[in-house]
């Protein structure tokens, strides 16, 4: 074996080790030094030089890629996960004919268009989604996202909460609960300006938790201006303590007047 491509290998191995035992600090520092060796290999994207180990060095590196786009989620860094997926994402692009597919590619697209939408970067969502074959919307990781992304345009609120249940992958669970959490505070901000008080049972139903304890540590930890007493939970500090804004009516209705003139003269 070419000596770089034994190094890499070997380096490698103690990385998936260290992974397997969760040891995410070796994992980071190993990954950093894989980095760089890969450098070395001028198979490797940009440049595609045909080398006589260039598969098994294209083959490699994107193993390396896929293992540190689970790691940047196993340590809840969206940061890396960006950045190591548009490094792993060539060789899903750009290697069709040279490598076969991976059986980690829908899992990591997947993951990827979840990262999107809890991020609220929808129109980004759509272009990765139209970059992909019809037959992706097939796979189970696929299909979940955009059937997520769908219910949370809808509004359809508890089919998003539930579908933390049936996540395809288990990388998938923490974006999940990252959408979770966003989806409670929108509830909870309209619920605080819908209602004075809600009772603990419809509060427990519409914020979709299954115990009370859930319920009060929620409140306790997002929300510890909302008051619980005798049975319900009130929002009244939390409307206190929201600026008002006065809508400037006198100065609307003026300036569509004078928009009324100005298109009169113009016709």
């Known amino acids: 074996m070419d000596p770089q491509l034994n190094e890499v290998s070997q380096v490698f191995a103690r990385f998936k080790a260290a992974f397997t035992r969760n040891d995410f600090s070796t994992c980071s520092d190993l990954l950093s030094r894989l980095k760089v060796l890969l450098t070395k290999f001028s198979s490797l994207p940009p440049s595609f030089q045909q080398t006589p180990n260039a598969v098994q060095e294209l083959t490699l590196a994107r193993d390396i890629y896929e293992h540190a786009v689970v790691l940047s989620v ?67 990781c696929i299909k979940h996202a955009v059937e997520l992304e769908q219910s949370f345009m809808e509004g359809a609120y508890n089919r998003v909460l539930s579908a933390r249940q049936t996540v395809p992958h288990e990388t998938y669970v923490y974006f999940m609960d990252l959408l979770a959490k966003t989806v409670r505070d929108e509830i909870a901000g309209c619920s605080e300006k819908a209602y004075d008080y809600l009772s603990i049972s419809n509060a427990k139903k519409i914020l979709m938790f299954s115990s009370d304890e859930e319920l009060s540590r929620y409140i306790m930890e997002e929300h510890p201006e909302w008051e619980i007493k005798n049975g319900c939970v009130y929002f009244q500090k939390a409307k206190e303590t929201q600026p008002c804004k006065e809508i400037p ?7 569509t007047l004078n928009y009324a003139k100005e298109l009169e003269r113009i016709v």
């Open 74 to 140: 196993k340590i809840e860094d969206q940061d890396a996960f960006e950045r190591d997926f548009f490094q792993l994402k060539p060789y899903y692009t750009d290697t069709c004919g040279v490598l076969p597919p991976s059986p980690q590619e829908y899992p990591i697209l997947g993951l990827n268009l979840l990262r999107l939408l809890v991020q609220n970067r929808i129109a980004e969502f759509h272009t990765e989604l139209e970059l992909l074959p019809a037959s992706a919307l097939e796979n189970p």
């Open 249 to 255: 009516s006198l100065q609307l209705i003026n300036q």
